[in-house]
């Protein structure tokens, strides 16, 4: 995804569900804190924008689904989407609130995308365990953006079954070369 149409996904999610500020939980809140030309294709291949509308309400997130969602007219006309979830899809370390990083799109200043931080989000690509979340979690360690240390201590922080963060601890291990 390139960054204006990230811009856009915010844009047009905003004025559906009637705020000013949204929070980007998903791979592409990566684009809150570089521009895509920084990042590699991995980094930046999802084409959907997962967002928890204020107030995580389920009537926002159903908004978004349809109106922006995959298979909507937006999606079929601008090949990129948005999916409403809630705060609790992702496995997040706590305090994650507290590190938001604030992204204003330059087209709509008013808007505040709050995206992970790159370290809560590699946290929470690493408790999915899909195949392309490892890959994601790969190749963000291998960016040089991150501090393995601080991984390790967002995974000490983060609320979890102890099979999934050994698994998360595990990959990055490897993910970071094996330190």
């Not at 390139?2 to 929070?23: N, Q």
């Not at 521009?35 to 997130?61: C, H």
């Not at 698994?167 to 490897?174: Q, S, V, Y």
């Amino acid at each position: 995804m390139r960054r204006e149409d990230f811009d856009h996904v915010l844009r047009a999610a905003a004025a559906i569900v009637g705020d000013d500020r949204i929070t980007v939980i998903g791979s592409q809140a990566i684009l809150g804190s570089f521009a895509d030309s920084e990042l590699s294709e991995v980094l930046v291949f999802s084409q959907e924008v997962d967002l928890i509308p204020l107030g995580d309400a389920q009537d926002k997130r159903d908004l978004i689904d349809g109106t922006i969602g995959e298979f909507s007219q937006f999606h079929e006309t601008f090949g990129v989407w948005a999916h409403g979830v809630a705060e609790s899809t992702g496995v997040l370390p706590d305090g994650w609130r507290d590190r938001l990083v604030t992204y204003r799109p330059a087209s709509a200043p008013a808007v505040a995308a709050l995206c992970l931080e790159v370290h809560d989000l590699w946290v929470a690509k690493a408790m999915r365990s899909d195949p392309r979340d490892v890959a994601y979690c790969q190749a963000l360690a291998g960016s040089g953006r991150l501090s393995y240390d601080v991984v390790l201590g967002r995974l000490d922080a983060t609320p979890a079954v102890p099979e999934r963060l050994a698994m998360a601890r595990t990959l990055a291990a490897t993910s970071f070369g094996g330190r």
